[in-house]
């Protein structure tokens, strides 16, 4: 497959970048002699002002929008906060978010759930906290659309195209993919995302998020949070998923592929305008 980036990506995936693998040697089925790029791992703890609040396993892209996305998206840095520092330590592998005043994370961090995310992802505090009385905007999702933007993301260079083993989150607008994000976990790469959206103040409303992983509840309720109406995926649901995307009217489509997809909720603000 030939790969092309966007012109309307703002921020893309770098395969090139020689932290994020390692070249292997190993055998193939027939014994023979394989040369394989892996993708590494590597611990960043995340302090949130004098508070250590979490070491998560990342590829080590992005540092700052990850630490910064993951407060975001646990409800301990919250709009009304303002950030006066985001600080990474690359020779301790760790982020510092500093907060003009200190935030109220300690009954958050007291509660903590282990989710169905890759590489172990965790909530803190009440994962369904905040969603009651949500309202997210009823943006349309064109079919036409999804299938430009399905072929578009995956002609696109990435770390999964030159070595596997990770996921891949993207922002959408209409066709147009606008910040690619990848990572061990999906739940990384969407903080990264958060994290990517807080900084540069990119509004939510009129964006679809697409992720190559399972449309799990922490998938659904991250994408809620952060006020995107729309949710695609490649990959399938979970039952709790698809309801808590009813509750709060999330269009939410998986098992893309090509001009196919399953859409389990908000069906009524899709346009079937497809070929």
Known sequence: MSTTTPSTLRVTPDPADPRLTRALRGVD??????????VEERPLTIYLNAREIVTVMTIGDHPEWLALGFLVN???VRAGDRVTGIDHDAEVDAVIVRTAVETDHEARLARATRTSG???????????????????????????????????????????????AIHG???????????????VGRHNAVDKLAGWMRTTGTQPDDKTLYTTGR?????????????IPALVSRSGFT???VEIARQVGLTVIGRMKGARFVCLSGEERVIWDGE
């Open 118 to 164: 890759c590489a172990v992802g965790t909530v803190f505090g009440d994962m369904m906290e905040g969603l009651e009385g949500l309202t997210l905007p009823s943006t349309a999702l064109k079919v036409s659309d999804l299938q430009r933007l399905s072929a578009a993301i995956n002609r696109t260079p990435s770390l999964y195209l030159e070595a596997g």
């Open 239 to 241: 039952a709790w998923g």
């Open 29 to 38: 089925q027939a014994g023979a002699p394989v040369d394989l790029r892996v």
């Open 215 to 227: 449309l799990t509840s922490e998938m659904v309720i991250k994408c809620a949070l952060m006020g």
């Open 169 to 183: 989150t993207c922002l959408c607008r209409g066709p147009d993919p606008l910040a690619y994000f990848e990572d």
């Open 74 to 76: 646990q409800g301990m």
